[in-house]
């Protein structure tokens, strides 16, 4: 007979996208459990970019350290074709983001959030699948099994099935994953080779035949090491798993969705060097074989995050291309997006949108990255028609919003501000206080927080600053933090309420603001309201949307 147990959220699946979901949920205050069929993490270096969005989020968190300690930086890409060198691109931001692109094999970024997590008492139960679950209007019933043939009921307020490609949780609730999969197969290496190629630089080496269509392929992502890199290539038939999958009659992992590391004879040394002889920018020579395999690339969009309790993230919503990086990353700021509003619900201090939320802003995320990644991998990034700042924003995530959720308060469409509900709440930079002699950015003072309250200037045509932080307080049962951000050299009028000054004018700059402006940061660093003049009329629209009166 099974024993039962209960905790508020079961996360079910334990890589980089359920580990930040229940990170953030302990950092919140919530009870969750987090459950991983496998028995130990895998070694691999699957996923690896880490995109400046990400490393936002983790500094919110309060992980941006570990795994800035951890990484390497990831600065331009090197193309050759048939040979000869194409040029370089620079992956270059605007000085004011705070970070570049980085690299990160995925199972270094899962120690970290390991680790991140267990600091705040929870501990991934290994060897522990989700066999069934039912759900009804007070909560989820969810049958797990060990290993061992334990098996355990545990009834929890929300599911969330952060369970990769081929998902339990999806199929339990019966989500449609609609899409397909590339003919190609890849083999994956993490090795060293000790060319003089400059460091920081992926490599893209392609041969293109008389067709002009691209017959091989060589992808090289660096990792922290000496001359350690992730590489990719087209797989040769005598490796090719899904020969072998199709030969057994077990292709698609037995669900019909090929994606992700198969099975089957594991590439070696010598497959990797043949790839390296044909491809290489110069002669090298591979060695300190890590781990290999073959994987295949499908492209599926789930038709809705979501039902009721249940929730899914990551690749058990969406999978497509790794081109750009933009997989695990994407999953990650699912699992943000997903946490505070988790959080508000089990607090019972949720508005009656606030969960359909996470679809209504996440879905068209996913539908977008879905369509762009196959789109590139089809044709190159040549292909998308942007100019190359706004490409390389977009690539790093800095362009995701939600400025149609139903979460957020609408501007006026013919509103000029230059930043709007829904959008990236920026980083600025020359933020002084009355104590400490150094200046601070808007990320320091964000950092840790749920809810915040950013007000601006002294209002002379709105609301008096003491006001609107009394009505934050109320309005959100005391779960909104409200900071003052003053022009240089103004004088603190409104004692009581911790402020800094905009001793260089970024805030004002990057905010788009004159005197008296205030705006709602959300827990995962967007404007749910831009107020000009702030008031407290305004404050309490836009809190309404997501907190219960």
């Excluded at 072998?244 to 090929?258: N, R, S, W």
Aim: aromatic share 6%; hydrophobic share 40%; glycine share 12%.
């Amino acid at each position: 007979m099974a024993r039962s147990e209960s905790t508020d959220v079961l996360v079910v699946g334990a890589g980089p996208v359920g580990l930040t979901l229940a990170a953030e949920l302990r950092r919140a205050g919530v009870a969750c459990r987090i459950v991983d069929r496998l028995p130990a993490r895998l070694p691999y270096a699957k996923a690896v970019g880490i995109q400046p969005r990400t490393l936002e989020l983790f500094e919110r968190m309060g992980i941006v350290r570990e795994v800035l300690d951890a990484a390497v930086p990831m600065r331009g890409q090197l193309t050759y074709e048939n040979g000869t060198e194409q040029g370089r691109v620079e992956l270059v931001l605007p000085p004011e983001v705070p970070y570049g692109f980085a690299a990160l094999p995925q199972c270094d970024t899962e120690r970290l959030l390991e680790e991140f997590l267990g600091c705040h008492g929870t501990g991934i139960e290994r060897s522990t699948a989700l066999v069934a679950f039912a759900q009804d209007p007070a909560g989820v019933t969810s049958r797990l099994t060990t290993t061992s043939g334990d098996e355990v009921e545990v009834r929890s307020r929300f599911l969330v099935g952060c369970d990769g490609a081929h998902s339990a949780v999806r199929k339990g609730l019966g989500l449609s994953f609609e899409g397909g999969a590339f003919p190609e197969e890849y083999m994956l290496a993490d090795v060293e080779v000790g060319w003089d190629l400059p460091a920081g630089y992926g490599v893209r080496s392609m041969h293109r035949g008389e067709d002009g269509a691209i017959d091989d392929l060589l992808v090289c992502i660096p990792l922290p090491g000496n001359g350690r890199y992730r590489m990719s290539m087209l797989v040769p038939p005598e490796l090719s798993a899904a020969r072998q999958a199709e030969a057994a009659g077990t292709a698609g992992g037995g669900d019909g969705v090929a994606h992700g590391l198969e099975g089957g004879t594991a590439p070696a040394l010598p497959d990797i060097q043949k790839v390296l002889d044909r491809l290489a920018p110069e002669p090298v020579t591979a060695s300190a074989l890590r781990w290999s395999s073959v994987f295949r690339i499908s492209h599926r969009l789930v038709d809705r995050y979501g039902e009721g309790r249940v929730f899914v993230a990551g690749d058990a919503a969406h999978i497509h291309p790794p081109t750009g990086a933009q997989g695990m990353n994407t999953g990650i700021q699912d699992a943000c997006n997903l946490a505070w509003k988790l959080a508000l619900a089990v607090e019972g201090a949720a508005g009656p949108r606030v969960l359909a939320g996470y679809d209504a802003e996440r879905h068209p995320v996913g539908e977008e990255v879905v369509g762009r990644t196959v789109r590139h991998a089809a044709e190159g990034v040549q292909a998308d028609p942007t100019d190359r700042e706004t490409l390389l924003l977009r690539e790093a995530q800095l362009l995701v919003g939600y400025r149609e959720s139903p979460l957020v308060t609408p501007l006026a469409p013919d509103d000029p501000a230059p930043l709007r509900p829904g959008d990236r709440a920026p980083d600025c930079g020359g933020l002084t206080g009355d104590i400490a002699a150094h200046p601070v950015r808007l990320f320091d003072v964000l950092r840790g927080r749920g809810h915040v309250l950013l007000v601006y200037g002294d209002h002379p045509a709105g609301d008096a600053p003491s006001d609107l932080a009394s009505a934050a307080r109320e309005l959100t049962g005391g779960r909104m933090d409200t900071q003052r951000i003053l022009p240089a050299g103004a004088p603190d009028r409104w004692t009581g309420i911790p402020h800094h000054h905009d001793s260089r004018g970024e805030f004002a700059r990057q905010y788009g603001t004159g005197e008296g402006a205030a705006f709602v940061v959300r827990p995962d660093g967007y404007l749910a309201a831009c107020l000009q003049p702030p008031t407290v009329g305004g404050l309490k629209e836009a809190l309404g949307r997501v907190f219960l009166p």
